[in-house]
């Protein structure tokens, strides 16, 4: 807790909050917005916070600078060299916090929205992978270009490999080279690609429309979907047949129901 309250006083990590959507903003422009230490528990100390807050209905993960997000600090990472164990216990540990974080948005009750320009690249790609929607400036690009320099980027094979197919996800991981935003976008690493200057207004208005649905549903839905994913279909059916059931019984199901059938807006209670 004190790291990461060190951590947002040093600023690394912004937070806006408008009208139930919430901005948190890596703010490591010199550093390519690489993910230090302090930055990693900033993000999740915020993310951990916000779970609980009923006032943020949606999140927006932006950057400051020219790039999105260059992965791990190489700088850290190269320093943990000079300790007895050539930093084995040191990156144990880091790589643990990093996965912490990466879970810290998965298992969010709120979506999280990936505003992407520059490149995202290693875990900085992992982080757009991870996100629920990304939406990427057209001159955007992406990359896993760990092979490149020796290291193999295996924890961001985990959200990429996820998100697109197996192939399409093998040849960034064995090639290491850039893919553009219109390509990301048809591999489904991003949901779109759209013009630079549109970038703001894009993203707010998808935010501004999950913000005006029920964050009850909405939660029920997100953590539904990611549970179900990991089961046989059989299975899965099941599960999301239970889940139904619940929401079904909730005040808002109820009240969504009326409000179609009565021709009118609902009300959200978020119960």
Not at 176 to 201: F, K, Q, S, Y
Not at 226 to 251: F, I, P, R
């Amino acid at each position: 807790m004190a790291e990461a309250a060190a951590a947002l006083r040093e600023e690394v990590l912004l937070r806006d909050d408008c009208d139930g959507v919430t901005t948190l903003t890596l703010n490591r422009p010199k550093q390519r917005n690489s993910l230090s230490e302090a930055l990693m528990a900033a993000l999740t100390a915020e993310m951990t916070a916000i779970a609980e807050d009923p006032s943020v209905r949606v999140i927006v993960l932006a950057a400051n600078g020219p790039v999105f997000c260059a992965g791990h600090d190489l700088k850290e990472l190269t320093a943990a060299r000079q300790q007895e164990d050539r930093g084995r216990a040191y990156y144990q540990d880091i790589m643990k916090r990093c996965s912490t974080m990466m879970l810290s948005i998965l298992q969010n009750p709120k979506p999280v929205i990936a505003k992407v320009h520059g490149t995202a690249t290693a875990a900085g790609c992992q982080l757009v992978a991870t996100c629920d929607l990304a939406i990427a400036a057209d001159d955007a690009h992406f990359a896993t270009p760990g092979v490149n320099i020796g290291l193999f980027c295996s924890t961001p094979m985990v959200a990429l490999s996820r998100n697109v197919s197996r192939k399409h996800a093998m040849e960034m991981l064995l090639s290491g080279d850039m893919v553009d935003a219109a390509h990301a976008a048809e591999i489904g690493l991003i949901n779109r690609a759209v013009p630079a200057d549109a970038l703001d207004t894009e993203v707010a208005g998808l935010a501004t429309k999950i913000a005006s649905k029920s964050s009850m549903t909405v939660s029920i839905g997100k953590r539904a979907f990611y549970d179900q994913l990991e089961l046989g279909v059989s299975e899965a059916y099941a599960y999301t047949s239970d889940v139904m059931v619940k929401n079904m019984l909730t005040h808002d199901a109820e009240e969504g129901v009326n409000a179609f059938i009565e021709k009118r807006d609902p009300t959200w209670e978020d119960r």
